[in-house]
């Protein structure tokens, strides 16, 4: 199968490219500029398409494409210098999301599978979510991702293209950045944490376990026009995500305990409530749906991706 891969030169898309290769996918790659092209491993073809928003122009990058996996996103930023960041989310996120799957349906594509947030159905609660739980964006990244999977759901069923929809969390692996690359960089340092009395529960997801996902996504014929949660299957606390970087890191764990209550109110206080937030707060999904009807188990442990992401950050501190 040919397939479109946007954002093909990102963190989950350099991954993914080399994934569907491997599993024999002709694969069209497209990325902003062409400059950002050279490391986009199985790509027989690189499309430099610009600026992903209202106005795109996706014709060059879709033809001959049989699938599409729609990865181009503004992602989410803590503190957005933007005035009015809901503007910008949506023009990238849901105008140019539905820009494609329109011009994607018009050029014959059978299956378009859109990676969107679990953040579209809430930011943290003590239960998993599941599929069957309504939407509750909460900010406007979420927000913008809710409208895109609705305006494609409409796209589906005006054009009979197949639409795919796949939620994850966060999403770690070689390169991860953000919340994940901090936490990388404190137990690599030493520096004391007072996180050793969270108990709180969140589930993760390696990219090459992503990868593999949404491979499954593209060849089911039991994905179409479904919405899945996806992840490890392995909710950990904060506390234990930290000690198990300390051991593929071979670090010693520095953690001591404070109140998670005080912690929060301290860091709301300095002005780091969200930060704290996604520290302390639980976020489970229950994801069987995606392994009952698709038959689909992640081919990665939770230790071989973290291994992985650890051999790859302390790769890349070396002189």
Same mark, same amino acid.
């Given at each position: ?23 024999? +996918? ?24 610009? /600026?992903?928003?209202?106005? $795109? ?13 729609? !990865? ?25 999301? #539905?820009? !494609? ?21 809430? /930011? ?34 005006? $054009? ?44 993760? #997801? ?22 899945? !949660? ?10 234990? !995500? ?34 704290? +937030? ?30 992985? $992401? ?10």
């Amino acid at each position: 199968m040919t397939v479109l891969v946007t954002g093909a030169n990102g963190f989950v898309g350099r991954v993914l490219c080399a994934s569907l290769a491997h599993a024999g +996918d002709e694969l069209v790659a497209a990325v902003r500029r062409a400059r950002a092209s050279s490391a986009i491993p199985g790509a027989a073809r690189i499309v430099p398409v610009g /600026e992903v928003g209202p106005d $795109t122009d996706w014709s060059a990058a879709l033809q001959g494409c049989a699938a599409v996996v729609h !990865l181009a996103a503004r992602a989410h930023v803590m503190h957005d210098p933007v005035a009015d960041p809901l503007v910008l989310y949506r023009a990238i996120n849901t105008d140019g999301t #539905l820009q !494609l799957a329109r011009q994607a349906a018009a050029a014959g594509v059978r299956r378009f599978i859109f990676v969107s947030s679990i953040k579209v159905q809430g /930011e943290e609660r003590a239960l998993p979510y599941t599929e069957a739980d309504p939407a509750a964006p909460r900010d406007a990244y979420a927000v913008s991702k809710w409208e895109a999977e609705q305006g494609l759901w409409q796209i589906a069923q005006e $054009t009979g293209m197949e639409v795919v929809v796949l939620r994850p969390p966060l999403i770690y692996g070689p390169g991860v950045r953000a919340n994940f690359l901090r936490l990388l960089q404190w137990v690599v340092r030493g520096v004391p944490l007072p996180l050793g009395a969270v108990e709180n529960r969140r589930d993760l #997801l390696y990219v090459g376990n992503l990868a593999d996902a949404i491979g499954r996504c593209l060849h089911h014929p039991n994905a179409a026009g479904k919405t899945f !949660l996806v992840c490890d299957g392995m909710a950990l606390s904060t506390k234990s !995500l930290i000690e198990a970087i300390a051991r593929a890191m071979g670090r010693p764990v520095r953690l001591f305990s404070v109140s998670p209550g005080l912690l929060r109110r301290v860091a709301h206080w300095l002005g780091k409530g969200a930060e704290a +937030d996604r520290l302390l707060g639980s976020l489970a999904l229950e994801c069987g749906k995606l392994r009952q009807e698709l038959d689909w188990q992640p081919p990665f442990t939770f230790e071989q991706g973290i291994r992985a $992401t650890v051999d790859a950050f302390l790769k890349g501190r070396e002189p």
